[in-house]
């Protein structure tokens, strides 16, 4: 008896003390998991944002062996070039994914990778691949279109933006994209694309992931559908806000009634649109590639376990407005010539590519206020500039910046100037 009580008051004690932890303290699934996995499944020979298709495929063939995924040619296309789709898990909810659509946004097609081949690879006593086996089934599209993927470029072997293409599905893309959705019925979608230099609202930071619950209607109503994966973005946002901090932002939701998103939603397919935008010093959007499999396992757990639909919308809500930028700035630089007085002017440099920064036009005008997280000297025809902030920047090169995605000032009388 007098054991007994004490069992129950050290149990009483003990659920108290279980209720007094912050639930900020119990980190929810799957950052740290996700991390590691990203490091240790990493699939080799995709070290550059651009490959071909058959250097994706060849990279993935070992994982591609495991009875635990299934692989399935879904067209061959004229070009040679097959569009496949490997499925992971045989649950009862539908997840479908797929990636490059755009054939020169190429980030989570390396992370698709990475996915499959911890998912083929993990012991068996990994509970999270586990649950996601047996609750979920998860056909995954990776590099939807292998022939803009080859060029890299945006649009398919003819041209045709396939993200345009969602009502009429004139494109094989299009329409095997379609099928398979209908296929399934996919209860959960994910749609997975590149940004280029954009900020979390007008004077933010570079956004590094941008996220958007499309719209199912031109009033963008939130039905059910839409909801559940509103509830799916805030726990992304979630996942990746120790990391990112406020380098995410909210893609604007105005019903584009020809793309992909926004019919799924309306097609009974909760769709979360995620950009993988811009992370300072990593061209090749290796730490992109990280952070989508980071953002997308925790995603799949929350839909596997229920927990997306217990998850507030705030953290989703609340982020800012992804906002374009059509003259990325270089601000406070002067333009100095042999021993005349330096010129105060701005140099604003624009990019066909701004994450490769190639094909540039600069233009020399009035000054923008923001900053920017790269430093480069720029040589030859166009004149040096020199910040006019103090700061410890080396004093050439492409620069560190701080964690808010923003420049640090250069030293005076040097010849940097900042731009995105
Ligand atoms: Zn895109």
Request: contains cysteine; charged residues 25%; aromatic residues 6%.
């Amino acid at each position: 008896m007098h054991e007994t009580s004490v069992g129950l008051g050290s149990a009483a004690a003990l659920l108290l003390l279980l209720l007094a932890v912050p639930a900020t303290a119990q980190e929810p699934c799957c950052r740290s998991a996700g991390w590691e996995i990203a490091e240790r499944y990493r699939v080799e020979g995709l070290d550059e944002r651009r490959f071909t298709h058959e250097q994706y495929w060849r990279s993935l063939a070992p994982a591609l062996r495991s009875d635990r995924v299934e692989l399935t040619r879904l067209a061959n296309r004229w070009t040679g070039r097959a569009i496949n789709a490997v499925t992971l898990g045989s649950g009862p909810t539908t997840v479908l994914l797929w990636s490059q659509m755009h054939g020169d946004e190429s980030a989570a097609s390396m992370s698709l990778a990475d996915l499959i081949l911890w998912f083929s690879a993990a012991p068996d006593s990994d509970t999270l691949r586990a649950t996601l086996a047996d609750r979920l089934t998860i056909p995954m599209i990776p590099m939807l279109n292998p022939d803009g993927a080859e060029r890299f470029v945006r649009e398919n072997a003819v041209g045709i933006d396939i993200n345009r293409d969602a009502r009429r599905t004139a494109t094989p893309e299009g329409r095997i994209l379609r099928g398979v959705r209908d296929s399934i019925e996919a209860d959960f979608g994910f749609n997975l694309h590149d940004q280029g230099t954009r900020t979390a609202g007008e004077d933010g930071a570079m956004v590094a992931i941008a996220l958007l619950a499309p719209a199912a209607d031109s009033a963008r109503s939130w039905g059910p559908v839409r909801q559940r994966a509103r509830k799916v973005s805030a726990v992304i946002v979630e996942s990746l806000t120790p990391d990112l901090g406020s380098r995410m932002a909210r893609y604007d939701d105005e019903f584009a009634p020809r793309a992909f998103g926004d019919n799924m939603q309306a097609w009974g397919t909760s769709t979360v649109l995620i950009e993988s935008g811009i992370v300072v010093d990593d061209p090749q959007k290796q730490e992109l590639r990280k952070l989508n499999v980071v953002a997308l396992l925790s995603a799949l757990h929350a839909i596997a376990t229920g927990r997306s639909d217990a998850t507030p919308t705030a953290a989703y809500d609340e982020l800012p407005t992804n906002n374009p930028v059509e003259r990325p700035p270089a601000a406070g630089g002067q333009i100095v010539l042999g021993e005349a007085a330096p010129i105060r002017a701005d140099i604003a440099i624009r990019f066909d590519d701004p994450v490769a920064r190639t094909g540039r036009t600069t233009e020399r005008s009035e000054t923008w206020q923001r900053s920017w997280p790269w430093t480069r000297s720029t040589p030859g025809a166009v004149p040096a500039c020199r910040s006019g902030r103090r700061g410890n920047h080396p004093a050439r090169g492409a620069g560190p910046a701080d964690g808010a995605g923003r420049a640090r000032g250069g030293q005076p009388g040097s010849v940097d100037c900042r731009y995105g």
